[in-house]
């Protein structure tokens, strides 16, 4: 069962490596397709890669990813333990919003990905993982500003699924004191 779990998501990998779906492959230097374990205490959903991830290939290696990993050391948790990838696979030129379009031609490789993993416990990190998370689970939309740090009780079709809104993690760089709120809103994931 493990071995065929792995050998489907690298067939995955592998095409989203090879994707040209929307216009943003035209400027990418890596798809970021995502990393961590296959049977993820956590499955991390954020927006879009940013300007480090698209050099490295690797989701929440820069300047987000530092305060990522603060999050995670203050419940206790290993990168390796938890599963990080994003909406959409390819950086936004300036870093943008990815369009709706964009969402859209990205979502089938998130859906597989949730499909292969089945993960029980979703936090989504940011309002653009957020919208995509309520369209696929079918909950009523609220902003990130109303539903970060709740827990929200979802039927997927593999079984029951905990989501757990988050801000992105970006947002303290912007606003320093916001740190405090990441990390009280990344523990009620503790009670799931």
Same mark, same amino acid.
């Given at each position: 069962?493990?071995?065929?779990?792995?050998?489907?998501?690298? *067939?995955?990998?592998?095409?989203?490596?090879?994707? @040209?779906?929307?216009?943003?492959?035209?400027?990418?230097?890596? %798809?970021?397709?995502?990393?961590?374990?296959?049977?993820?205490?956590?499955?991390?959903?954020?927006?879009? %890669?940013?300007?480090?991830?698209? *050099? *490295?290939?690797?989701?929440?290696?820069?300047? *987000?990813?530092?305060?990522?990993?603060?999050?995670?050391?203050?419940?206790?948790?290993?990168?390796?333990?938890?599963?990080?990838?994003?909406?959409?696979?390819?950086? %936004?030129?300036? !870093?943008? @919003?990815? @369009?709706?379009?964009?969402?859209?031609?990205?979502?089938?490789?998130?859906?597989?990905?949730?499909?292969?993993?089945? %993960?029980?416990?979703?936090?989504?990190?940011?309002?653009?993982?957020?919208?995509?998370?309520?369209?696929?689970?079918?909950?009523?939309?609220?902003?990130?500003?109303?539903?970060?740090?709740?827990?929200?009780?979802?039927?997927?079709?593999?079984?029951?699924?905990?989501?757990?809104?988050?801000?992105?993690?970006? /947002?303290?760089?912007? !606003?320093?004191?916001?740190?405090?709120?990441?990390?009280?809103?990344?523990?009620?994931?503790?009670? /799931?």
């Amino acid at each position: 069962m493990r071995e065929l779990l792995e050998r489907e998501m690298e *067939a995955l990998r592998i095409e989203i490596l090879r994707c @040209t779906l929307c216009g943003l492959h035209k400027h990418r230097k890596n %798809p970021v397709v995502g990393e961590g374990s296959l049977h993820p205490k956590i499955f991390f959903i954020g927006e879009a %890669p940013g300007r480090s991830e698209d *050099a *490295a290939g690797k989701p929440f290696v820069g300047s *987000a990813g530092r305060i990522f990993d603060k999050m995670l050391e203050s419940i206790g948790v290993k990168r390796e333990e938890v599963y990080i990838t994003n909406v959409v696979k390819c950086r %936004p030129p300036g !870093n943008r @919003t990815p @369009t709706n379009e964009e969402i859209n031609a990205c979502s089938k490789y998130l859906e597989r990905q949730i499909s292969l993993i089945k %993960p029980r416990v979703v936090a989504t990190l940011g309002s653009v993982a957020l919208r995509w998370a309520g369209e696929r689970f079918g909950i009523r939309q609220k902003g990130v500003s109303h539903l970060h740090g709740k827990i929200i009780h979802l039927d997927a079709d593999y079984g029951r699924v905990f989501l757990v809104p988050l801000y992105h993690p970006a /947002v303290a760089l912007y !606003n320093p004191g916001m740190i405090n709120v990441l990390l009280k809103d990344i523990r009620k994931i503790l009670e /799931v």
